[in-house]
């Protein structure tokens, strides 16, 4: 209820303003008196300030869509060849420093893995060993000399051991050797000592076997040259398969690689006691070395399982099929393939594949540093050593580097990773390490250390990864992890929406660090880092406020005056609103699918926050100014009040993203309450502006009709500044209901008064113009004077929808209730229904010009009419006026719109019935003929405004003074007797009506005897009789007579006895009157009853009459004509006292003075009219 007395109080100021222009209706004011609303153009000084005012509200409503298309241009970046922004290197990362010392040990390193190089070559690696020390110069930075004498070193150390590492893992598509159809198989494999082919004839012919022929083993010169194997291994049998998987795995130390062979068979399990069971008996006893001595004894016994009989034969095993590896046609990363299983000889028949990883590697080096650290150790440090060098001399965008090295780096990295036997899993955590912490020096492409990532994940084995290696790994994620936070911090300066290049990097990063956080190795390493969007979070938090501090130091929007610290705010606002933007189109999206936070709602909520904290102190400080008596609201203060509200807008509006539960609580939900007293003040700026652009419209208007329209320039510049200030208020969209209800009365009648000053000002200046101008000039400008005003009022016709007054009407309702809504309609469409009146008086005002114009043609064309003589016919007497009426019709056909054109037809129409009746009244008393004329005439002007239709409507035209004219010249057609006639009947209709009057009134009873054809009248009492003597009484009497004379010629007057000092008298008389039916049949034959005060000494004053219709008494079936007509009930009359004179039939009766009926029953009236006049 208080919000509801509030809201009244608050607009009732805003209706009295709307009252007052309904004050100033009557008189219409003149030229030379100004109306108090709006300022008399003549000392106003108008500039082109409104206008620029306008423009630059404009461009403050254009301002989200401005950035809104920014922001749009910025996600629409293509490719960009500038690059990104540098990068903020980590303050605490200090890159180690190797000394002179360790750098020539890890040359002594290298070269050492050069020298030994064994292994195929790929086509990626450098097979000269000069290029590769030319390689290695420059890498650890040795000088030649120092280079021999360290090759000289390596040369003269102990060479290499290596080994081979073996997994045998599965086969597939072996043949059934089982009666089932399955086999049962099992590998046998082991090193042939110097079984490398000396030539290529020797490579195609050799076939190996552990089951040798006797033969072949005879031709040696001596068993211990003739050994076939330095070790031999044997897998587990798996039953009943011809796709056996095995996955396990062998070490065999090589003695020549070179020459040494691998050789493997493949065997169906059959016997209890097999070449499996034997071997694995020898391997238990001899171990993997040392097996030589007992190998013809494996080989004689599987000998004498060939050549026994037939029933031994089933118990041995079958043979599946074999693969012979030359060592040294390995690769140098080794083999992980597929090999087909080759027969013993051209009459065996095998078939079927078996997959194998084969990897040599050293297992001794006589290097220093190998003997004092680990491989990881010195591979790491060789790593970045080359990562250090190849990056340097990168030179097309070396921030986008992908890590590919050189080839001669990979061929030394490759063999120095492969002679220390290093697994895929170390090697990629060695490189993520190297490739990381370079990152943190010197940048390099994120989808590289994203590849790296994803290579320690596929590789990931737990209990591979202990001690150091484990907290190295730890320590480099810890450190990329936080130098990615400190990037996310400065996002905006680092990765900046205007480079494509730091986009595409800023996702990137962002991608490998969302993935780092769901790897297995992370956390396996890292367990107490579970909740890495919380640090990703924090550092989104801490780097929007860090960036928002430093828009407030570069903007200062503490500095200056109140109006430049306003305006400053602005800036700070729009540059957070473009921030948000980026936020919105381009950052959220790479945090939502890289690392699931939500940026945009952490952004803008601390934004929001940070931003509201500022501008409620700065409009404290300017609601205390304002409410200073002494202060004045100044245009420019007012224009950025008015765009730092309309910014703030801008910034909530963002949130219409965030879902609804997350909006309630952001610190911008009241912002519109800070800015309640100061837009009140910004709307009488605009309204001041307003007026400023109307004046100025009006008085640069030539006021001719634009091109395709029928109005001029200054009411299209009055809707168009009507318009803007319409879109200002919908731009600020008030939140609150009460509020936007007072501030819409507000502007309703603002556009309302100044809607009134435009049609006075447009009004004044045809009164100005029309001196000195044609008829048909003034017409063309008063035309287009009356178009502007009716486009106008068109306009302020659609304010309800414009400005939503039924959304306020809700608003108010839910608030306020019905009683709030009731309100909002009053106020608002009485502001509408008040100007809606002030144009249509200001219409009519420049209409009256037109028809004065007019007039005295008009009055000439009607004279000459009157004057025309009876030998004139009527088509001849009016064509004159018809013919003029119809070029003016012209021109106002062609000049006005409809609805204007109605009005003005409307306007002539009345004027045409008002000079036709003054022409009959001042000729009253002439020829019927004359009277005739005029009755043609106003039937002519009928068809000529109705004009089939397309013009005034039937209705309108036979209404008021239309009715008034008929009636003159239908009762001027009329004879005196008619008239008096028609006298009565008013009478009789009159004295229907009245009920209660304060004359009083008088009880009679009629009944008639047809018979006889005698009327009684019975007069019985009166009551109320007015007091017309000094004494507050009066002497009164009942005249009564048949009427009308004419009618009645035999019938006397009679009169009752007179009551002496009363105003109630009591009669009872009675009185009889000759009536014939055809004397009561008329109508208009009635009683009169006069009632008079009887004086002694002067005439009598007249009290009242009243009239009963004889038709109620004496027409037959009445019940006062029968023979029971004494007991009816009496008849109550009610007096009345009008003057006759008032009465058009007395005028025209009194006009007629040779008529001695007429003069006689003038005569008397006149007495009864003198009677009350000395009253």
């Known amino acids: 209820m208080t919000t509801l007395l509030d809201l009244k109080s608050s607009v009732l100021r805003q209706v009295q303003r709307s009252q007052s222009l309904r004050s100033r209706r009557e008189p219409p004011p003149t030229a030379s008196s100004p109306l108090p609303h709006c300022p008399d153009p003549l000392p106003r000084r108008v500039s082109g300030e409104s206008g620029e005012f306008f423009q630059r509200m404009n461009a403050i409503l254009q301002k989200q869509e401005n950035m809104t298309r920014a922001a749009q241009a910025e996600c629409q970046r293509g490719a960009c060849t500038v690059p990104p922004p540098q990068e903020q290197m980590d303050q605490a990362f200090i890159p180690d420093r190797i000394s002179r010392t360790e750098l020539d040990l890890l040359y002594e390193e290298a070269v050492y893995t050069v020298v030994n190089r064994v292994g195929v070559p790929s086509a990626e690696h450098v097979k000269s060993d000069d290029e590769l020390f030319a390689y290695l110069l420059k890498v650890f930075d040795i000088g030649e000399e120092e280079h021999d004498i360290i090759l000289q070193k390596v040369q003269e150390s102990k060479r290499a051991s290596f080994s081979l590492r073996i997994s045998v893992l599965k086969a597939k598509n072996l043949m059934a050797k089982d009666a089932n159809g399955y086999s049962d198989p099992y590998c046998m494999l082991g090193i042939l000592v110097g079984q490398g082919p000396r030539d290529p004839e020797e490579k195609k012919e050799r076939k190996f076997s552990f089951r040798k022929r006797r033969e072949k083993l005879e031709k040696r010169s001596s068993t211990k040259e003739v050994l076939p194997a330095s070790c031999i291994q044997v897998t587990e049998v798996k039953p009943e398969t011809l796709n056996p998987v095995w996955d396990e795995h062998f070490v065999f130390e090589i003695d020549d690689v070179h020459n040494d062979l691998l050789h493997l068979d493949i065997w169906d399990h059959d016997d209890d006691v097999s070449v499996a069971e034997a071997c694995k008996k020898l391997n238990e006893v001899s171990g993997l070395r040392g097996m030589g001595r007992y190998f013809k004894q494996i080989a004689k016994s599987v000998r004498a399982n060939g050549s026994a009989s037939a029933s031994s034969e089933e118990n041995a095993d079958d043979f599946l099929g074999c693969i012979n590896i030359p060592l040294n046609e390995i690769p140098v990363g080794g083999y992980d393939t597929w090999f087909k299983l080759e027969p013993r000889s051209s009459t065996s028949k095998v078939q079927g594949e078996c997959h194998l990883i084969m990897k040599l590697f050293t297992n001794q080096r006589d290097t220093t540093l190998s003997k004092k650290d680990t491989n990881i150790s010195i591979h790491k440090k060789i790593f970045s050593q080359i990562v250090e060098y190849e990056h340097a001399n990168v030179k097309r965008?070396?921030?986008?580097?992908?890590?590919?090295?050189?080839?001669?780096?990979?061929?030394?990295?490759?063999?120095?990773?492969?002679?220390?036997?290093?697994?895929?899993?170390?090697?990629?955590?060695?490189?993520?390490?190297?490739?990381?912490?370079?990152?943190?020096?010197?940048?390099?492409?994120?989808?590289?250390?994203?590849?790296?990532?994803?290579?320690?994940?596929?590789?990931?084995?737990?209990?591979?990864?202990?001690?150091?290696?484990?907290?190295?790994?730890?320590?480099?994620?810890?450190?990329?992890?936080?130098?990615?936070?400190?990037?996310?911090?400065?996002?905006?300066?680092?990765?900046?929406c205007t480079s494509a290049a730091a986009i595409t990097r800023y996702e990137l990063m962002l991608r490998g660090v969302g993935y780092m956080q769901n790897m297995r190795a992370f956390k396996t390493v890292c367990p107490l880092r579970n909740e890495l969007h919380l640090d990703i979070t924090t550092a989104v938090k801490k780097g929007t406020a860090e960036w928002y501090e430093s828009l407030v130091v570069r903007y200062k929007p503490e500095d200056g005056s109140l109006e430049d610290q306003l305006k400053k705010l602005v800036q700070v606002i729009d540059a957070v609103c473009a921030d948000l933007h980026r936020a919105q189109n381009i950052y959220n999206a790479l945090f939502n699918s890289a690392v699931k936070v939500d940026y945009f709602s952490i952004s803008l909520r601390q934004l929001e926050k940070l931003v509201a904290d500022d501008v409620n102190v700065a409009m404290e400080r300017v609601s205390g100014t304002l409410e200073q008596e002494s202060f004045r609201l100044t245009q420019t203060m007012g224009e950025t009040i008015f765009e730092l509200f309309m910014s703030l807008k801008i910034l909530k509006g963002f949130r219409d993203v965030l879902p609804l539960k997350d909006t309630k609580m952001l610190a911008l939900t009241g912002y519109h309450n800070w800015f309640k007293s100061s837009i009140h003040k910004w709307l009488q700026i605009v309204h001041d502006r307003s007026c400023d652009r109307i004046l100025q419209a009006v008085e640069t208007d030539k006021l001719n009709a634009l091109q395709s329209a029928k109005h001029s320039s200054s009411a299209v510049e009055v809707t168009a500044c009507f318009s803007q200030v319409r879109e200002i208020w919908l731009q600020l969209a008030w939140p609150d209901s009460a509020g936007a209800f007072i501030f819409v009365t507000r502007l309703t009648d603002n556009f309302c008064s100044e809607a009134v000053c435009y049609s006075e000002m447009i009004t004044r200046k045809i009164e100005r113009n029309q001196q000195g101008q044609d008829h048909k000039s003034f017409t063309v400008q008063l035309c287009i004077a009356l178009n502007n005003m009716e486009h106008v009022r068109i306009f302020l016709g659609h304010l309800p929808r414009d400005l939503d007054w039924q959304g306020v009407e809700q608003a108010m309702e839910e608030s306020c209730g019905l009683e709030g809504k009731e309100q909002v309609y009053k106020a608002l469409n009485g502001q509408l229904f008040n100007v809606d009146l002030d144009l249509q008086r200001e219409v009519k005002r420049l209409i009256t010009h037109l028809t004065d114009k007019m007039m005295p043609e008009l009055r000439r064309y009607i004279q000459h009419i009157s004057l025309s003589p009876d030998s004139i016919n009527n088509e001849d007497a009016v064509c004159p006026l018809m013919k003029y009426l119809q070029d003016t019709m012209a021109i106002l056909t062609e000049r006005l719109v409809k609805e204007n054109l109605a009005r003005v037809l409307q306007s002539m129409w009345e004027l045409l019935l008002r000079m036709i009746l003054d022409a009959v009244s001042e000729?009253?008393?002439?020829?019927?003929?004359?009277?005739?004329?005029?009755?043609?005439?106003v039937e002519t002007l009928v068809q000529f405004f109705y004009a089939e239709g397309e013009g005034l409507t039937l209705e309108d035209m036979k209404s008021g003074e239309y009715k008034a004219l008929d009636e003159e010249l239908k009762l001027n057609k009329c004879s005196s007797f008619e008239l008096i006639e028609q006298y009565y009947l008013e009478k009789i209709s009159l004295q229907k009506t009245l009920k209660h009057t304060?004359?009083?009134?008088?009880?009679?009873?009629?009944?008639?005897?047809?018979?006889?054809?005698?009327?009684?009248?019975?007069?019985?009492?009166?009551?109320?009789?007015?007091?017309?003597?000094?004494?507050?009484?009066?002497?009164?009497?009942?005249?009564?007579?048949?009427?009308?004379?004419?009618?009645?010629?035999?019938?006397?007057?009679?009169?009752?006895?007179?009551?002496?000092?009363?105003?109630?008298?009591?009669?009872?008389?009675?009185?009889?009157?000759?009536?014939?039916?055809?004397?009561?049949?008329?109508?208009?034959?009635?009683?009169?009853?006069?009632?008079?005060?009887?004086?002694?000494?002067?005439?009598?004053?007249?009290?009242?009459?009243?009239?009963?219709?004889l038709s109620d008494f004496c027409w037959p079936g009445r019940p006062n004509a029968s023979p029971a007509g004494k007991s009816v009930q009496p008849v109550i009359l009610h007096l009345s006292r009008s003057k006759p004179s008032e009465k058009p039939i007395m005028r025209m009766l009194d006009a007629r003075i040779g008529d001695r009926e007429a003069q006689e029953f003038v005569r008397r009236l006149k007495e009864i009219e003198k009677s009350m006049e000395e009253e």
């Open 397 to 496: 965008e070396p921030y986008n580097w992908n890590g590919q090295v050189s080839p001669p780096a990979w061929t030394v990295l490759t063999h120095h990773a492969v002679q220390t036997d290093l697994s895929p899993l170390q090697q990629a955590i060695i490189r993520w390490q190297c490739y990381s912490s370079h990152h943190r020096n010197q940048r390099v492409c994120y989808s590289l250390l994203l590849r790296l990532l994803r290579t320690i994940d596929a590789e990931w084995d737990p209990p591979a990864v202990r001690g150091d290696l484990e907290r190295q790994l730890s320590d480099s994620f810890r450190l990329y992890t936080e130098h990615c936070l400190g990037l996310m911090k400065n996002m905006r300066q680092v990765f900046p």
């Open 923 to 937: 000729n009253r008393g002439v020829q019927v003929e004359f009277y005739n004329r005029f009755q043609y005439t």
């Open 998 to 1109: 304060r004359f009083g009134r008088i009880s009679v009873k009629c009944y008639y005897d047809a018979p006889e054809q005698r009327l009684t009248v019975e007069i019985l009492h009166a009551a109320d009789i007015i007091a017309l003597d000094a004494n507050g009484l009066s002497d009164p009497f009942v005249i009564v007579e048949l009427c009308p004379h004419h009618l009645f010629p035999l019938a006397k007057s009679q009169r009752t006895q007179v009551k002496l000092k009363t105003l109630h008298p009591v009669f009872d008389e009675l009185f009889y009157f000759h009536v014939s039916p055809e004397q009561y049949r008329h109508r208009y034959a009635c009683l009169t009853f006069t009632v008079m005060d009887y004086d002694w000494l002067s005439t009598n004053d007249f009290a009242g009459e009243a009239v009963a219709p």
